[in-house]
Every structure is written in structure tokens, then in C-alpha cells.
């Protein structure tokens, strides 16, 4: 049985490397990949290149970010399906609207914040 896939949007190797590994510490039951250009993956979205089955993305990105991503892929991976990260205290404490269904988890990334979510994830891929 394939992997669902786990695309991990950021722009910094630090946080990939971080969400990568927190994320095997609650599952290994996902193929991870990652890219630290937004507008590469809309593409591979959009142009149904790529089957992507989860977004874990970065709101703090150059030239695009986790929002406007967000915004462009919306009709074609579930809100259920996306978490957003931030380091922002605005996202945590609800000075910035975060939409409905998109999971937020406020950066640093750890296996303790992003469990729940993974578990969700894990369960529901199995499903499929």
C-alpha cells in the first residue's frame, strides 16, 4: 500500500528538518517531502502533477505566503488537510483569522503540539 504524502512547505531547512522529525517521532506512516518554494507546489497542485494528501505549511514565507497559499489550493486539498505554522504570537492569540477547519500550530514545531493532528491524519489515510 502506498504512503499517503506529507508535503512540508517552508523556507527555512531548519523547520523542515524539525516538523520532519517530530513528526516521526508520532508516525511513520506517511511519506514526507518537502519544498522551501511555495509557488512550485501550487503548481504541482493545481496541475494535478503531484498527489499531495496533507500541506503542513509555513505562514511566513517571501513572495508567498502561508495564506495565499492556502487561498490558491483550497478547492483541491480539504481544509481538514492543512496545518499552518506560525511563530506570529498574533495567529495564537486571534489578532490574524486563521480559516475555518485549517489546523494551526504555533512554531517551534514539536511531536507533542502536532501528535494530535498526525493521529488524525494517520488514521483517516488508513481509511482511504
Keep these: 500500500m502506498n504512503k499517503k504524502v506529507i ?11 524539525r516538523t ?3 513528526i516521526k517521532k508520532v508516525t511513520n506512516d506517511f511519506d514526507l517531502q518537502s519544498s522551501k518554494v ?3 507546489v501550487v503548481e504541482k497542485i493545481l496541475l494535478k502533477k503531484e498527489i499531495i494528501d496533507y500541506l503542513i505549511i509555513d505562514q511566513s514565507m517571501p513572495k508567498l505566503n502561508g ?3 492556502i487561498d490558491r489550493v483550497k478547492k483541491l ?3 481538514s488537510s492543512i496545518m499552518l505554522l506560525s511563530a506570529s504570537a498574533g495567529f495564537a492569540t486571534g ?6 477547519g485549517i489546523h494551526f500550530v504555533e512554531k517551534p514545531v514539536s511531536s507533542e ?3 494530535p493532528i498526525i493521529k488524525m491524519w494517520s488514521t483517516s489515510s488508513k481509511k482511504l
Design 20 to 22: 520532519m522529525d517530530a
Design 7 to 17: 508535503m512540508i512547505i517552508d523556507d527555512s531547512q531548519f523547520s523542515i528538518n
Design 113 to 115: 503540539k502536532i501528535e
Design 95 to 100: 489578532l490574524f483569522h486563521v480559516p475555518e
Design 77 to 79: 486539498i480539504p481544509a
Design 67 to 69: 495564506l495565499d497559499f
Design 38 to 40: 511555495p509557488s512550485e
